[in-house]
Nanobody, 122 residues
């Protein structure tokens, strides 16, 4: 079992950057695959990026490749999402999630944070 808390969201101009953090409770953080998902108003929740337990296997959705970077620190029990060159279409609530296996679909993730709002203005 793990509890997740996201932070770092906010309002930013197009072309700007934000760094999201997801702090996990407990001592089993390194056992989980981690993912960042986002959901815009009226749209389905989509997987943005995932990272394996050791950080060696990473997936990015095509729309953010080259702009976003996921990383994790298993000592600090934290996963990060560095977002650069932000676009208005990146506006969404961003969620951190944990899974016992690799996947890019919401059904594979057992634990979720409360979400943090990211708004990109033009």
């Amino acid at each position: 079992q793990v509890q997740l808390v996201e932070s770092g969201g906010g309002l930013v101009q197009a072309g700007g950057s934000l760094r999201l953090s997801c702090a996990a409770s407990g001592r089993t953080f390194s056992s989980y695959y981690m993912g960042w998902f986002r959901q815009a108003p009226g749209k389905e929740r989509e997987c943005v990026t995932t990272i394996s337990r050791n950080g060696w296997s990473i997936y990015y959705v095509d729309s953010i490749k080259g702009r976003f970077t996921i990383s994790r620190d298993n000592v600090k029990n934290t996963v990060y999402l560095q977002m650069n060159s932000l676009k208005p279409e990146d506006t969404a609530v961003y969620y951190c999630a944990a899974s016992n296996s690799f996947g890019a679909t919401t059904d594979r993730y057992d634990y979720w944070g409360q979400g943090t709002q990211v708004t990109v203005s033009s």
